[in-house]
């Protein structure tokens, strides 16, 4: 493929060029595909083909911590990123910061930056379905776009941003919906805050509120489960068993559980370990609506805690960064109401 065919498709995009920190981390963007058909990492990172045309874009600092599928990264390679964009940040010149990463949990971290990252500047999380030799390969556009929105002025304090497949979303919202398409990332409930077309970054939303903790480490071990028909407590004994210091469940509809799983979660609330409640639906949020056994209502009573729209994966990220902040129950609570 001929990387250098996209120069003329953007070689109107930026007239002043801004300074733009580039942190590659690995996944599929950086990845190519052998001869019997496996995905996996090389000696090179393929995205130093298109050096011409990102340099044209923007004047590039570029580091590498670590070379990692997303399925290995973890909170420790979070806080990583979290910090170099913050020394950064104090050093001043840099206008913004694109991070290529691997899908699969790419929502993960960008949520974390996005609660946790003091840097000022536009911080974009990219990433590619299809391997750098793979036919229809996205993963160079995906960064062409992930640098043109870093570059807008238009970007700043909108909170860390996910640029794939031309649209701009929101960490808070963005979550992945296929397994290999490359139009994956979606915000069901919200959709996309902006565009990245031929001719320009187009902003046509902008979040009410944003939330940001200063954080220094994270090292609590909290556990998502999913809930299901015929769910009782013996799950949630075994991972209280394994000494954990909280507890998301992806509970059914509205927030409601099997009432056979409630003496499970009264055992976490006894030993006042945290325990809230995400729906397993994709769109809409959890309410204390209904007041049977194991409704939301009853769930409520019982001290749980409702999470306002986040999926069970972020709302494992948010449990994280609040129990790095403070053990009270009522101040977890309210930075789950955000």
Known sequence: MDYYSFSSVFSEVI???????????????S???????AVKPGTNNPLTQGTDILSSLADLVV?????????HITPREMLELKYILEDY??????????????????????YFLDLTCQAS??????????????????????????????????AKGKGVLV???????????????????ISTFQSPQYGPIGIVTKRGVLFHHTPTKHENYPL????????????????????LKAVLGLKVDGVVIEALGQGNLPPAALEGVQEFIKNNI?????????????QDVYGYEGGGKHLKELGVIFSNGLNGQKARIKLLVALAKTEKMAEIEEMFMF
């Open 216 to 235: 220094q480490d994270i090292s609590k071990r909290v556990s998502l489960i999913k809930a299901h028909a015929g769910m009782d407590s013996s799950l």
């Open 63 to 71: 580091e590498e911590p670590f070379n990692l599928p997303s399925p």
């Open 31 to 37: 990845m190519s595909e052998d001869t019997s058909g």
């Open 15 to 29: 007239v002043l060029k801004k300074n733009i920190l580039l942190i590659h981390t690995g996944g599929t963007i």
């Open 163 to 181: 640029v794939l497949n031309d649209e701009i979303h929101t960490a808070v919202n963005v979550t992945k919906t296929h397994t290999s398409n």
């Open 89 to 110: 940040a104090k050093k001043g010149n840099i206008d913004g910061a694109v991070i290529t990463h691997g899908t699969d949990t790419l929502e993960e971290t960008a």
């Open 274 to 286: 945290p325990v809230v409640i995400v729906s397993r639906s994709f769109a809409g949020i959890v």
């Open 121 to 154: 500047f536009p911080v974009v999380v990219t990433g590619a379905m299809r391997s750098s030799n793979e036919i229809g390969s996205d993963g160079l556009y995906n960064l062409i776009s992930s640098i043109r929105v870093a570059s807008s002025p238009d």
